[in-house]
């Protein structure tokens, strides 16, 4: 990334570079442990959408020293090698299609295969400029991450085209991968349905809110969705 992308190079730039962060992207999830402190040594962490590897460093600082263990997997389309500073043995990455990898291969990722206490999506699509196309698809992603974490058992009934329901289709892939208590971070474009996405959340949640992270750019959409304590 040069220092003049979206403009001259800004203080998150800056700082990422003398702090050693792959990305001006670790400042926020900086501030995301800074507000909600979602993640804590012994944690397990699943990070999808990990590329370039910026929340994969913050999320293993985040894990505190290595005696105290947990874990961190980081999941991307791209093959994304661990960052070698901020990140220690308890990091891997796999390359994989997360929209298309099954339910039961995060769980086999994740410690004695029992699941993750915090699920974090950066995932964003490959933006085109044309707005209503580009929420879509961010909302699909959004979607998946959802029904990973929850599982289709908890997710509203999706109709399909031949009048059978996703969750009639998914019947035996409904378990989430999210441990019970765990926490569940979802970035978004911002579009009407956006406010669909938290009125899921509200309830299966001891607390859901919206962020938009200092170190967002001015121009974009982005919003975090912050889901708190799966009940």
Not at 60 to 77: A, E, F, H, I, Y
Not at 97 to 113: A, G, I, Q, T
Request: proline share 5%; with cysteine; net charge positive.
């Amino acid at each position: 990334m040069s220092a003049a992308a979206g403009g001259t190079a800004d203080f998150f730039y800056r700082e990422a570079q003398r702090l050693g962060y792959v990305a001006r992207s670790a400042f926020k999830l900086v501030q995301i442990q800074k507000q909600y402190k979602l993640i804590t040594p012994g944690s397990a962490v699943l990070d999808l959408g990990c590329a370039p590897g910026a929340w994969l460093q913050v999320a293993c600082q985040s894990l505190g020293p290595l005696k105290t263990g947990g874990v961190v997997v980081g999941v991307d389309l791209k093959k994304v090698k661990v960052p070698s500073t901020h990140c220690d043995s308890r990091v891997s990455t796999i390359c994989a299609d997360v929209m298309n990898l099954p339910k039961d291969e995060f769980l086999n990722f994740s410690p004695e295969k029992k699941g993750f206490s915090v699920v974090l999506s950066d995932m964003c699509p490959l933006v085109s400029g044309i707005t209503t196309r580009d929420s879509a698809l961010s909302m699909e992603l959004g979607m998946r991450a959802l029904d990973l974490a929850l599982g289709g058992s908890k997710l509203p009934d999706v109709p399909l085209e031949d009048g059978q329901t996703e969750k009639q289709l998914n019947k035996e892939d409904d378990v989430g991968i999210l441990k019970p208590g765990g926490h569940l971070i979802v970035k978004l474009l911002e579009s009407e349905d956006t406010k669909d996405l938290i009125k899921i959340c509200k309830p299966l949640f001891r607390k859901s809110s919206w962020l938009r992270p200092k170190a967002t750019r001015s121009n974009s959409r982005e919003i975090y969705l912050i889901c708190q304590g799966l009940n």
